[in-house]
């Protein structure tokens, strides 16, 4: 079979493929995509989209079990089946992509469905068929549900993320392996709809990766509201029943028991099968190396979860526009690590943004920290029950300029939005210590924790 000719060919449509391919078929070049599963990839259908619904879900449930001794009394009665059609209906159209491979066919380029892999420099196979790429390949093939070798394990009905997005019902209970994004996330909403709930975390706190003082505060707010946390242990074994669910069996001894088992240890890519090894990347990495204009080869760009950047849709579209200005030679700046901002949406919202406090130390960087808690700010204290939080913040004293900040509380990931600015902006603390914060919200307490670096 001849093989067909495009500009270039994007393997993957996650969020930043579908961009990329759309604005390169918009700038008139001849735009193949491949896409294996659903257009937009994991984030409309199984990730940030369907789980932030679940959220506000059981955000809701929340607030309305805060209202005696504020505003009255309440009963707040659960109902999954709310949710999942919400998910069904308005977030995914069933898991049908049809609106978003319509809308990308609108920018001129083609959709190819099937799976993609490079198997010469330029050239893509899907099931047989062959394009050469005259200007160029970009990569953004995302990540998969990493589900570790545990005795036991396969062949059980797990969850990953995509089933418990799927799911019809709250299970009566749940264990959850893995204390990070996905684990902390969905174990708050689901207890929130009354299941009860059991975290699995392999290392020592919650949320290893982000400040431990925001490990130490969703630790008592899980465990206030019945969520049972292991920390620094790990599943060996699994047995599985239909009359009675799932058993994990803990090392250092223990068991722990569910209904439901949802996997959510991190991810992996499969860098083998898309073929990278045909343009001299090494497919046994974890993830594919880029320069700072998302080159990864000659005539080859990657974007996305596949570059170990921060797997969030945030940093997949900000790379998608990086490479799109690349390919297209229209400039600009190249990608730039400094700020990259994440919010894990539990409530209340961990909001963070550059380096942690450990993360700068390691770096040589002369720390100084700043902290306030919200409850002792003027909003928090009005907000009352649901009040707790923080914020933190990791100045380079030298340079007198933040690196890193953390905003947990109601809101955090919105008032994490100052603070994303003062890190990227590298604006000097003295002035924001110096500056006017409205009265009284929530993002007033970046004044005192500025105040604390001083003190
Ligand atoms: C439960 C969950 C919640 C999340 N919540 C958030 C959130 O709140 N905020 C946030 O910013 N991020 C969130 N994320 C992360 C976010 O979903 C990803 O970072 C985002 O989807 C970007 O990924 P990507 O662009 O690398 O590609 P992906 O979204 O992973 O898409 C890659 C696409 O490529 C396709 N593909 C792979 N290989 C091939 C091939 N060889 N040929 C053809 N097609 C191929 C796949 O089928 C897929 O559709 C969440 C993730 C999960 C799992
Ligand atoms: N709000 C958001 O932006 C959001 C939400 C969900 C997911 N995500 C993205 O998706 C990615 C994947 O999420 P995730 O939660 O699967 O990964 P993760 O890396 O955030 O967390 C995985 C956790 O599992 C633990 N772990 C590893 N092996 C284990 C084992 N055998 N037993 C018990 N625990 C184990 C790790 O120590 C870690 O804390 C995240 O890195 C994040 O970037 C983002």
């Known amino acids: 079979m001849a093989a067909e000719e495009a500009d270039v060919v994007v393997i993957g449509m996650g969020p930043g493929g579908e961009n990329a391919a759309g604005r390169l078929a918009e700038a008139g070049l001849e735009v193949v995509a491949v896409e294996a599963r659903l257009v937009g990839g994991e984030c409309p259908y199984w990730g940030c989209v369907p789980t932030k619904m679940m959220i506000r879900a059981a955000d809701l449930l929340a607030e309305g079990r805060r209202i005696p001794g504020m505003s009255g009394d309440s009963t707040v009665t659960a109902d999954w089946t709310q949710v999942a059609k919400r998910i069904r209906e308005e977030a995914t159209d069933s898991w049908d992509d049809r609106a978003a491979a319509e809308r990308f066919a609108r920018t001129g380029g083609r959709l190819v469905r099937g799976y993609g892999r490079i198997t010469a420099p330029g050239e893509v196979t899907v099931d047989g068929r062959v394009f050469r790429a005259r200007r160029g390949i970009v990569l953004n093939p995302g990540t998969e549900p990493n589900v570790p070798p545990i005795d036991g394990l396969a062949g059980t009905p797990f969850w990953t993320n995509r089933e418990a997005v799927e799911a019809e019902a709250a299970p009566g209970s749940l264990v959850v392996l893995g204390g990070g994004a996905i684990g902390t996330e969905m174990a708050q909403a689901f207890a929130r709809f009354r299941t009860q709930v059991t975290v699995v975390e392999a290392r020592d706190r919650l949320l290893a990766v982000e400040e ?177 939080g923080f914020i933190k913040l990791v100045q380079d004293a030298d340079r007198g300029v933040l690196v890193g900040a953390t905003s947990a509380g109601p809101n955090g990931g919105e008032v994490l939005s100052a603070l994303a600015v003062a890190v990227h902006g590298e604006v000097p603390a003295e002035r924001l210590r110096y500056m006017i914060y409205a009265y009284p919200t929530f993002h007033r307490a970046i004044q005192s924790a500025v105040e604390d670096l001083y003190s």
Not at 280 to 293: N, P, S, V, Y
Not at 300 to 314: L, R
């Open 212 to 388: 431990p003082e925001a490990c130490d505060l969703l630790y008592e707010v899980f465990e206030r509201e019945g969520v049972t946390v292991h920390t620094g242990t790990r599943a060996t074994a699994v047995h599985h029943d239909d009359a009675h669910g799932f058993t994990v069996d803990l090392d250092g001894g223990g068991q722990v028991h569910g209904e439901a088992l949802l996997v959510a240890i991190g991810r992996r890519t499969r860098l083998r099968d898309l073929g990278v090894g045909a343009v001299g990347l090494d497919e046994d990495a974890r993830f594919i190396e880029t320069d700072e204009w998302m080159r990864a080869a000659d005539g080859v760009w990657a974007i996305g979860d596949v570059t170990g950047k921060g797997a969030f849709t945030h940093v997949s579209m900000y790379q998608a526009d990086v490479a799109v200005r690349d390919i297209l030679g229209q400039g600009g700046p190249s990608a730039d690590y400094r700020a990259v901002p994440r919010v894990t949406f539990t409530d209340p919202e961990v909001g963070a943004v550059g380096l942690t406090e450990a993360q700068a130390r390691e770096r040589g960087i002369n720390v100084r920290t700043g902290m306030t808690r919200i409850p002792a700010s003027s909003r928090g204290w009005i907000h009352g029950r649901g009040n707790e």
